[in-house]
């Protein structure tokens, strides 16, 4: 993870972007989302079911190159729900939608640059290893698109898209979940 510190004299450090990667043929367009567009993924407004798989949380900051936090960017995550279907009209998978899976949702950072989002760990499915989309966007503007994976997993090696990605700068886009106070917990520092 790509941390932002302070020299003595109270300036920030620069800090190694992270590494961007394809949007992927699955970003929901607004017309596929639900209403309930939260950084709640595994609850949707008005529905008794809850998502399947294991729940998890994610969060960090957004931050920019010299380590400053940036507030007022939206974090967008998307991914498959535990059944391996994503909530887009083209995924022609069988099975049938996780019904409890809101598939897509965002949060808008902090005057620290804070986001967090609750959704479940990413699961693989046919041809890819697990991960989750995201993208930062800034006054409108796309500033960084990327996934994020599981350290160690056995799917990261045969994943064209994750072997693109510069050895040096896979750590930028692991998601280390470690015990949290609800569910299990992965910090993320997003540097656009």
């Not at 998890?56 to 507030?71: A, F, I, N, S, W």
């Amino acid at each position: 993870m790509a941390i932002a510190g302070l020299t003595a004299s109270g300036l920030a450090q620069a800090v190694v972007p992270t590494p961007g990667a394809t949007e992927g043929p699955f970003y929901p367009g607004p017309e596929m989302r639900f209403d309930d567009i939260d950084n709640n993924l595994v609850t949707i407004a008005g529905r008794v079911e809850q998502a399947g798989g294991e729940v998890v949380r994610l969060q960090g900051q957004v931050l920019d190159q010299q380590g400053r936090p940036v507030p007022g960017a939206r974090v967008e995550i998307w991914q498959c729900d535990v059944r391996g279907r994503y909530l887009h009209s083209a995924d022609s998978t069988a099975s049938e939608r996780d019904g409890g899976f809101q598939g897509f949702g965002h949060d808008i950072s902090d005057q620290q640059g804070r986001y967090s989002f609750q959704t479940i760990k990413p699961v693989a499915y046919s041809g890819r290893t697990p991960h989750i989309h995201l993208k930062i966007l800034l006054a409108g503007r796309q500033r960084l698109t990327t996934q994020l994976y599981l350290p160690d997993h056995p799917g990261n090696a045969r994943d064209w898209l994750y072997q693109r990605i510069p050895a040096d700068q896979r750590e930028l886009v692991t998601l280390r979940f470690e015990a949290g106070k609800d569910w299990p917990l992965a910090r993320l520092n997003l540097v656009i």
